[in-house]
């Protein structure tokens, strides 16, 4: 629950630097949060079906 907490509260400050970054800068970073998301969820999944 509290990682739950910090996730959002970094979140809220992402967001809040987001609207003052260039385009460029934000774009690149959606797609490493992208990224290292469906790495996640690969690995989640991958890690389930052997348990």
């Known amino acids: 629950m509290l990682f739950l907490v910090a996730a959002l509260l ?3 400050v992402a967001m809040g630097s987001v609207a003052h970054a ?3 800068v934000t774009l690149v ?6 990224v290292w998301l ?3 969820a ?3 999944r991958s890690r389930a079906r052997h348990h």
Not at 29 to 34: D, E, T
Request: glycine share 12%; aromatic share 6%.
């Open 22 to 24: 260039p385009l460029p």
């Open 38 to 40: 469906v790495i996640f």
């Open 29 to 34: 970073a959606a797609a490493v949060i992208g």
């Open 10 to 12: 970094l979140l809220g």
């Open 42 to 44: 690969i690995r989640e």
